[in-house]
């Protein structure tokens, strides 16, 4: 972890969350559920969405989201083209960090063949 996921490659507010919401396209697996849409050609984007409920400490829920980000930033090739909200469906702890990025990375090619196929001409 050095460098950071930019601004461009981050859905910023509340409409652009809505609209991944709206399509309806979703993975899940143990810990994750990821929501995809189309978006720019060429980049993914991310969106964090995490609750008390899920983490209770701010701590907790720092480190999720650094984790997320970091393995987004890392393979954002495979997520190029959609913009993606990835909702924690439980807490994880210290450790699991490569767990939770093969996971993100599982859903990548079953949520981008469903999401950008149901949207081409």
Known sequence: MGERLPRSARLTN???????????CVGRSEHLTVSAKPGVPDLGRLGLALSRKVAARAVDRN???????????????????????????????????????????????????????????
């Open 63 to 121: 480190y999720m989201k650094r984790v997320i980000r970091e393995a987004f930033r890392c393979h954002a090739m495979h997520y190029a083209g959609m913009d993606v909200v990835v909702t924690p469906r439980r807490i994880f702890r210290r450790g699991q960090g490569k767990a939770i990025e093969a996971e993100l990375m599982a859903l990548a090619g079953p949520l981008a063949n469903r999401c950008l196929a149901s949207c081409k001409p």
């Open 14 to 24: 509340a409409a652009a969350f809505a609209a991944v919401f709206a399509h309806r």
